[in-house]
DNA sequence: TAACTTGCCTAACGAACATTAGGTAGTACT
DNA sequence: AGTACTACCTAATGTTCGTTAGGCAAGTTA
């Protein structure tokens, strides 16, 4: 018996976890089924429910996890004492290795959440809002100080967030470009998408 | 050409995509039941089956109909005389405006076609592909004449395609933004995005 | 040794699911 | 008047769903 009692999960849990995360973001949350999800696993489906007391509470487990590892692993950067375009980069970076790093968490980070049953799903919203308001705060700290040109900072956000977060969906480690590749092309963009430099011929203002 | 053709429907049958549309797109194709769809049409549930064989022709016939909408609205622009730039912005503005028009089927059109059984499954996804290919090939365009930057055409094309398409997500009409100013704000995001002048950027060749 | 815990089992529950069979009014056309 | 079609109905099909009850064998602890 180990002498902590900091609730770590157990293996099993985690095991299950685990299979849950490839079942649902394979399949979708209402569309795996636990009959699925213990076949997975080579046991019988009521055998899951001396884990986990439903299968809302397993989707809770992974989204709730995934969030943290969101918010623990990004927010931090917008805090930093760099200049503002830099923070941004960094934050973009550090966004897009934690989707390579929990690619199928982050099929329900993003979308298999909302099936989530009340009072899970506000709590959740919660926090991605809490997410999100980092993003557009850093962005209106920079065009305060010039750095970005004078763009909607909620939009923004809104445009930058959704197009990292299709990453999820294509992404192959197998694949021709490597974390770094794609952290850097999608930071030129975004980061360019903000500058206030005249981009050489749009005639938006 | 055409991959399928679509007929005229009845009103009746107009009738039930309509509801379906909004039932898919706020529930989730699998979560929204024939019951669901029928008692919005204040029917019994047998009665939609004398008009649709099952519920994935009803999700057949939205998503076809929707990406014919795309197709035939966007890529026309890819082929006009102007000049590449030009002719993006056009295609983004006009692929805003098609989300907007049609905001439910959109969300089956990004999302939900996913539960589509095959073969119509596979005819559709070659369909965004094409779709797809046309803004590929105008970024490859723009990069050989020296418009855009060195970016990755599918790359761009993905983060590109993604942050437009997250719109139908938040838009309300009663929002603050207008569809033009939508237009505008996304357009400057992404032209800017591939514009050859280098901002404060580590990797530029 | 006895009690407790863990992790699985068999078996079944009621509910919800998409779908089908067969029928009936009302309307339109011949 | 007869035919055919439209749009719905009632009733039921078989399947799958999440979940529960109760039990059993093995391992751990007292």
Partial sequence: MPITRIQDLSLRKQEILSAAR?????KGFQTASMRDLAQTLDIKPASLYSHYQSKDEILWEIAIRCAREFLDTVLPLSETSLPVEKR???MVKAHISVIIRNQDASAIFFQEWIHLEEPRRSEY????DRYESAFIQLIEEGIGEGIF?????RFTTSMMIASI???HQWYRPEGKMSVEDIGNEAAHFILAGLSVSPSNDTNVR
């Avoid at 490839?22 to 394979?26: A, M, R």
């Avoid at 919203?125 to 991605?128: C, S």
């Avoid at 040109?149 to 900072?153: F, S, V």
């Fill in 22 to 26: 490839g079942l649902f973001s394979k």
């Fill in 88 to 90: 941004l980069e960094q």
């Fill in 125 to 128: 919203k919660a926090l991605i």
């Fill in 149 to 153: 040109r004078n763009a909607n900072p």
């Fill in 165 to 167: 977060n299709w990453i």
